[in-house]
Antibody, heavy 124, light 106 residues
Framework: QVQLVQSGAEVKKPGASVKVSCKAS????????INWVRQAPGQGLEWMGW????????NYAQKFQGRVTMTTDTYTNTAYMDLRSLRSDDTAIYYC?????????????????WGQGTLVTVSS | DIQMTQSPSSLSASVGDRVTITCRAS??????LAWYQQKPGKVPKLLIY???TLQSGVPSRFSGSGSGTDFTLTIYSLQPEDVATYYC????????FGPGTKVDIK
């Protein structure tokens, strides 16, 4: 069955970076892109960006451009999201989520599977 | 950048009521729209995609309609297990979510 298993909770100081991993199993990894979505405490869902697991093309939300990097490792079927210059308002649950089909230039299908989420807390 | 809005932000209805949630895109997104249900402490669940296609396993009381800029999610007979927050999402290149609609039982 399709599974996305994310790395564990992180506590970071303002200005630091965090790298969240997302290991996929149960399907052909290069055939489905990955979205990264975050949710601050008590808030809604915020799309951060998309990465093609086929050729590493990315499409980042304008808000995060210059501060986020998304990568994949097709040998280990793992996607990564690296967020730099952390602030207190980056405190959130970060989700990886599978796009339900093959896309080339961005997220062109809905999300059909989600990781369990990784809580990132930014606090001095 | 295309913005997504939803209304209302919250609603309270009785069991058996018909509930309607509206989602609006700031530009034409054709039918590249999905609806998700998120219960407290859980990950979102895909309900509807391409604006009106019911995801496998989703009860038929859920229905979606619309195209272009205006979309609707209807729950035809609200059940206690439908208490959740509902989000629309466009997925034409970027994948912006609406702000969500919290649904409660009166």
């Amino acid at each position: 069955q399709v599974q996305l298993v994310q790395s564990g909770a992180e506590v970071k100081k303002p200005g630091a970076s965090v790298k969240v991993s997302c290991k996929a199993s149960g399907y052909t990894f290069p055939s489905y892109g990955i979205n990264w979505v975050r949710q601050a405490p008590g808030q809604g869902l915020e799309w951060m960006g998309w990465i093609s697991t086929y050729n590493d093309n990315t499409n980042y939300a304008q808000k995060f451009q210059g501060r986020v990097t998304m990568t994949t490792d097709t040998y280990t079927n793992t996607a990564y999201m690296d967020l730099r210059s952390l602030r207190s308002d980056d405190t959130a649950i970060y989700y990886c989520a599978r796009v339900a089909g093959y896309c080339t230039g961005g997220s062109c299908h809905p999300i059909d599977y989600w990781g369990q989420g990784t809580l990132v807390t930014v606090s001095s | 950048d295309i913005q997504m809005t939803q209304s209302p932000s919250s609603l309270s209805a009785s069991v058996g009521d018909r509930v309607t949630i509206t989602c609006r895109a700031s530009q034409d997104i054709s039918n590249s729209l999905a609806w998700y249900q998120q219960k407290p402490g859980k990950v979102p669940k895909l309900l509807i995609y391409t604006a009106s296609t019911l995801q496998s396993g989703v009860p038929s009381r859920f229905s979606g309609s619309g195209s272009g800029t205006d979309f609707t999610l209807t729950i035809y007979s609200l059940q206690p297990e439908d208490v959740a927050t509902y989000y629309c999402q466009r997925y034409n290149s970027a994948a912006t979510f609406g702000p969500g609609t919290k649904v409660d039982i009166k």
